[in-house]
Nanobody
Framework: QVQLVESGGGLVQAGGSLRLSCALS????????MGWFRQAPGKEREFVAR????????WHADSVKGRFTISRENDKNTVYLQMNNLEPEDTAVYYC?????????????????WGNGTLVTVSS
């Protein structure tokens, strides 16, 4: 049984940093590309970042480029999202997801397994 568990969310002031983790159990992480998505209240789920199976390629949404960094440690079955210089507009529930293709996808509908999310709240 595949399970994804996100952690690391919380309340932070604007300009602060958080590091989210996503632990995969039930499968080997290296089989999957991985993605981070977020959903703010009243809004659709949106792409944040994704990383290829090997970790050799990454993509970040324009809104977070230069502030957020996705990474992975396949031997720990864990994916990370380092978030720096956080803004109130980053407030959302953050989800990690698996993708069967080599590079994953920026479209939530193309991802396979999802975690339950972790809440990030950025105060101004």
């Amino acid at each position: 049984q595949v399970q994804l568990v996100e952690s690391g969310g919380g309340l932070v002031q604007a300009g602060g940093s958080l590091r989210l983790s996503c632990a995969l159990s039930g499968r080997t992480l290296s089989f999957y590309a991985m993605g981070w998505f977020r959903q703010a209240p009243g809004k659709e789920r949106e792409f944040v970042a994704r990383i290829s199976r090997s970790g050799g390629a990454t993509w970040h949404a324009d809104s977070v480029k230069g502030r957020f960094t996705i990474s992975r440690e396949n031997d720990k079955n864990t994916v990370y999202l380092q978030m720096n210089n956080l803004e109130p507009e980053d407030t959302a529930v953050y989800y990690c997801a698996t993708g069967m293709s080599t590079y994953g996808s920026s479209q939530p509908g193309d991802m396979d397994y999802w975690g339950n999310g972790t809440l990030v709240t950025v105060s101004s």
